[in-house]
Nanobody, 121 residues
Framework: QVQLVESGGGLVQPGGSLRLSCAAS????????MGWYRQAPGKQRELVAT???????NYADSVKGRATISTNNAKNTVYLQMNSLKPEDTAVYYC???????????????WGQGTQVTVSS
């Protein structure tokens, strides 16, 4: 079993910054990619940013230039630095990891329970 624990959410004023962290633990044989997704009220969950174990990144157009995703592969931890926050960034942010639990297992998607980010004055 794999657990993802997010931290760093909260209330931020427009134009402010925050840093989200997510630590993966448990039976991790290999980590292929980690990422952040978000879900605003009444909307579908959407990709924010992902990063592969090789360091390739992908960002949603809505956060390009404002977000930076990074990892500490040795600690199976992923970070999301977001700057110039806007009210439309308000959502529950979920951490995701694509992991093998053994050498022979398929790749599984694991999710954290989410952390609320609210951008408001």
């Amino acid at each position: 079993q794999v657990q993802l624990v997010e931290s760093g959410g909260g209330l931020v004023q427009p134009g402010g910054s925050l840093r989200l962290s997510c630590a993966a633990s448990g039976s991790i044989f290999r980590n292929n990619a980690m990422g952040w997704y978000r879900q605003a009220p009444g909307k579908q969950r959407e990709l924010v940013a992902t990063i592969t174990s090789g360091g390739m990144t992908n960002y949603a157009d809505s956060v390009k230039g404002r977000a930076t995703i990074s990892t500490n592969n040795a600690k199976n931890t992923v970070y999301l630095q977001m700057n110039s926050l806007k009210p439309e960034d308000t959502a529950v942010y979920y951490c995701n990891a694509v992991v093998k639990t053994t050498a022979l297992s398929p790749w599984y998607n694991y999710w954290g329970q989410g952390t609320q980010v609210t951008v408001s004055s």
